[in-house]
């Protein structure tokens, strides 16, 4: 075993050998060293004090080096210090760094070296997911309805959606997977499989999110909420009825939720908090922070249930709609209508509902039109990207609302304003490149999108349906209890899955087809899931990407996130029953 003192001013390694006793040797050549070699020296004097010592110095020059015939002659080996300066280590123990002027050492024993994390996929959710495809492939009698490829088909989207759920891999890197699976066994040509890729609603999606980018890098959306602020701010129910209402105005021009939460409505929920002294990961956050989360979290659904484009699900609902033979008749229009009355409900109840049975500590904030004003004054007057963004959005929300009149497809139209933002300067291409959640959808989504496209072409989600249907029969359900139970089914069903998109990607059609085959009308049941779709956002701190967002900011804990979830889970499913039935009879839905 060897002592060592290494210097690395001037490259000298001292070795001490065990079992020999210390003495001081004072090195002529090194002058400017010679205080440090001291101090040392007497470190080991007071430590160690053992019986005798023979020291040698690790110099080039074998003059350096004492002759001791009395011990045999040691092996001078190469040393490259590795430690930081004036370092004392016992070479088999590595010790922490003493400095040349301290008077006593202390030895620690060395940090266990992190363990290397495990690459690639997780092994247990990689397991079951593709057992679950296997079993289904293999060990599950084939109906005699079903083809040899529709029946391997199923089991890989199986697989695929089992795998969403278990995320042995993100998601996108585990569509491909199934993508290429579906190639490989040759159950789809490589053509079929990418035929999705071409969708134009995947596209409209991804387009959607590169609008929502324009809107936080203008600060549009920002201007827009403050100023609510200061018109209604003057009490935390009024704070929570502006932000819900600005979320409205500007949700058809911004399609996408987890962008108008993280970009826009947490910044300022959470700047308002702070300033009434209500901070996050605290006792003081349900001062106002936690109220005015919850508020906004469980407002947010209704908010993009409001209108077509206000979320990406929407778009898709009504494309896989279409697949099934079920085109709706101006669909912005259309959608709105329907939406309208009891999404106006709710979005008026919830904040007062919430204020009532999660109470803020602080019912009044006299100061917060205040400091909306400073912040207004902060940003200044309105930019010129700001005033092309909100003309570019007018234009893009007017023709999707009249584009059918004309002749103006809906991709088209998000086409046009994007071209328009990316010429004038708003957005710029590296933007568009680094907003990685919408290429990431388009990779993962249109994966989806494909097999349930397939899956419909080669008859297992007709064959499902009528399986369904049969069974709902079996009690002598009407069409109205078989719309409840298939819906409170689709709802419930979320709790097992983290994304609104892929829960339509994976089950929108199969339940659509289910309602249908039970004779409920096509309109209404196609309607009444897409709203369905959103107003399960806010079940769980995971259901969607916005759930994540307001969890995340550490004004909520997570037993209150379920049961107010569940709480306005039910209540909403109250106000969209009761109003929204009377208002579908009244607009002939059924």
């Given at each position: 075993?060897?002592?060592c003192?290494t210097?690395?001013?001037?490259?000298?390694?001292?070795?001490?050998?065990?079992?020999?006793?210390?003495?001081?040797?004072?090195?002529?050549?090194?002058?400017?060293?010679?205080?440090?070699?001291?101090?040392?020296?007497a470190?080991?004097?007071?430590?160690?004090?053992?019986?005798?010592?023979?020291?040698?110095?690790?110099?080039?020059?074998?003059?350096?080096?004492?002759?001791?015939?009395?011990?045999?002659?040691?092996?001078?080996?190469?040393?490259?210090?590795?430690?930081?300066?004036?370092?004392?280590?016992?070479?088999?123990?590595?010790?922490?760094?003493?400095?040349?002027?301290?008077?006593?050492?202390?030895?620690?024993?060395p940090?266990?070296?992190?363990?290397?994390?495990?690459?690639?996929a997780?092994?247990?959710?990689?397991?079951?997911?593709?057992?679950?495809?296997?079993?289904?492939?293999?060990?599950?009698?084939?109906?005699?309805?079903?083809?040899?490829?529709?029946?391997?088909?199923?089991?890989?989207?199986?697989?695929?959606?089992a795998?969403?759920?278990l995320?042995?891999?993100?998601?996108?890197?585990?569509?491909?997977?199934?993508?290429?699976?579906?190639?490989?066994?040759?159950?789809?040509?490589?053509?079929?499989?990418?035929?999705?890729?071409?969708?134009?609603?995947?596209?409209?999606?991804v387009?959607?999110?590169?609008?929502?980018?324009?809107?936080?890098?203008?600060g549009?959306?920002?201007?827009?909420?403050?100023?609510?602020?200061?018109?209604?701010?003057?009490?935390?129910?009024?704070?929570?009825?502006?932000?819900?209402?600005?979320?409205?105005?500007?949700?058809?021009?911004?399609?996408s939720?987890?962008?108008?939460?993280?970009?826009?409505?947490?910044?300022?929920?959470?700047?308002?908090a702070?300033?009434?002294?209500?901070?996050?990961?605290?006792?003081?956050?349900?001062?106002?922070?936690?109220?005015?989360?919850?508020?906004?979290?469980?407002?947010?659904?209704?908010?993009?249930?409001?209108?077509?484009?206000?979320?990406?699900?929407?778009?898709?609902?009504?494309?896989?709609?279409?697949?099934?033979?079920?085109?709706?008749?101006?669909?912005?229009?259309?959608?709105?209508?329907?939406?309208?009355?009891?999404?106006?409900?709710?979005?008026?109840?919830?904040?007062?509902?919430?204020?009532?049975?999660?109470?803020?500590?602080?019912?009044?904030?006299?100061?917060?039109?205040?400091?909306?004003?400073?912040?207004?004054?902060?940003?200044?007057?309105?930019?010129?990207?700001?005033?092309?963004?909100?003309?570019?959005?007018?234009?893009?929300?007017?023709?999707w609302?009249?584009g059918?009149?004309?002749?103006?497809?809906?991709?088209?139209?998000a086409?046009?304003?994007?071209?328009?933002?990316?010429?004038?300067?708003?957005?710029?291409?590296?933007?568009?490149?680094?907003?990685?959640?919408?290429?990431?959808?388009?990779?993962?989504?249109?994966?989806?999108?494909?097999?349930?496209?397939?899956?419909?072409n080669?008859?297992?989600?007709?064959w499902?349906?009528?399986?369904?249907?049969?069974?709902?029969q079996?009690?002598?359900l009407?069409?109205?209890?078989?719309?409840?139970?298939?819906?409170?089914?689709?709802?419930?069903?979320?709790?097992?899955?983290?994304?609104?998109?892929?829960?339509?990607?994976?089950?929108?059609?199969?339940?659509?087809?289910?309602?249908?085959?039970?004779?409920?009308?096509?309109?209404?049941?196609?309607?009444?899931?897409?709203?369905?779709?959103?107003?399960?956002g806010?079940?769980?701190?995971?259901?969607?990407?916005q759930?994540?967002?307001?969890?995340?900011?550490?004004?909520?804990?997570?037993?209150?996130?379920?049961?107010?979830?569940?709480?306005?889970?039910?209540i909403?499913?109250?106000?969209?029953?009761?109003?929204?039935?009377?208002?579908?009879?009244?607009?002939?839905?059924?």
């Open positions: 075993m060897e002592y003192i210097f690395p001013a001037n490259r000298f390694t001292f070795t001490i050998c065990h079992h020999i006793t210390f003495f001081f040797l004072t090195l002529p050549t090194i002058q400017t060293t010679i205080s440090a070699t001291m101090e040392a020296s470190l080991f004097s007071t430590s160690f004090r053992p019986p005798s010592l023979h020291l040698r110095s690790r110099l080039p020059s074998k003059s350096h080096i004492p002759k001791t015939p009395n011990f045999p002659p040691l092996t001078l080996k190469p040393y490259i210090s590795t430690k930081p300066p004036y370092v004392f280590t016992l070479q088999s123990k590595p010790l922490k760094p003493i400095s040349a002027s301290s008077t006593t050492a202390i030895i620690t024993e940090q266990q070296p992190s363990k290397p994390q495990i690459q690639g997780k092994l247990i959710p990689l397991i079951l997911s593709i057992s679950i495809g296997i079993i289904l492939r293999f060990a599950v009698p084939k109906p005699i309805e079903v083809t040899p490829q529709a029946w391997q088909l199923l089991s890989i989207f199986v697989s695929t959606i795998g969403l759920v995320s042995p891999l993100p998601v996108g890197a585990w569509a491909l997977l199934g993508l290429t699976t579906t190639i490989v066994t040759k159950t789809l040509t490589f053509t079929t499989a990418f035929s999705a890729f071409t969708n134009e609603v995947i596209w409209l999606i387009i959607s999110f590169f609008f929502a980018r324009g809107f936080v890098k203008t549009l959306g920002d201007r827009i909420a403050t100023y609510f602020v200061k018109w209604l701010g003057k009490s935390t129910l009024g704070l929570s009825y502006g932000l819900t209402l600005s979320e409205a105005l500007i949700a058809p021009a911004m399609p939720t987890t962008a108008r939460a993280g970009g826009v409505f947490l910044p300022i929920i959470k700047s308002l702070v300033s009434a002294g209500s901070m996050p990961n605290d006792p003081s956050a349900k001062k106002i922070g936690a109220y005015l989360v919850q508020s906004q979290f469980q407002c947010a659904g209704n908010s993009s249930a409001l209108f077509l484009t206000a979320a990406a699900q929407n778009l898709l609902c009504l494309k896989l709609a279409e697949e099934l033979g079920l085109v709706i008749a101006s669909p912005w229009v259309s959608w709105f209508k329907a939406a309208s009355l009891p999404a106006f409900v709710s979005l008026l109840l919830t904040p007062f509902i919430l204020y009532k049975i999660y109470p803020p500590e602080t019912k009044d904030t006299p100061d917060a039109p205040a400091v909306a004003a400073k912040r207004l004054l902060d940003m200044g007057p309105v930019t010129t990207n700001e005033w092309v963004m909100i003309a570019t959005m007018i234009l893009a929300v007017s023709l609302v009249f059918d009149a004309i002749g103006i497809p809906s991709v088209v139209t086409m046009l304003g994007l071209s328009i933002l990316l010429l004038l300067g708003v957005l710029e291409w590296d933007d568009c490149l680094s907003e990685k959640s919408a290429w990431d959808t388009l990779a993962w989504f249109a994966v989806l999108v494909g097999m349930a496209g397939q899956l419909t080669l008859g297992i989600v007709t499902m349906s009528n399986c369904v249907a049969k069974f709902l079996s009690f002598s009407s069409w109205p209890a078989a719309f409840g139970v298939l819906q409170g089914a689709y709802f419930l069903i979320h709790y097992m899955f983290a994304s609104q998109t892929g829960h339509v990607g994976a089950l929108y059609s199969a339940f659509l087809a289910m309602h249908l085959a039970a004779g409920v009308p096509g309109v209404l049941a196609a309607l009444a899931l897409a709203y369905n779709t959103n107003l399960f806010a079940q769980t701190h995971y259901s969607s990407g759930a994540a967002v307001y969890f995340g900011a550490g004004y909520v804990e997570l037993p209150d996130v379920f049961r107010i979830g569940f709480i306005m889970a039910c909403n499913a109250v106000v969209w029953t009761v109003v929204g039935g009377a208002w579908w009879k009244f607009l002939g839905l059924y």
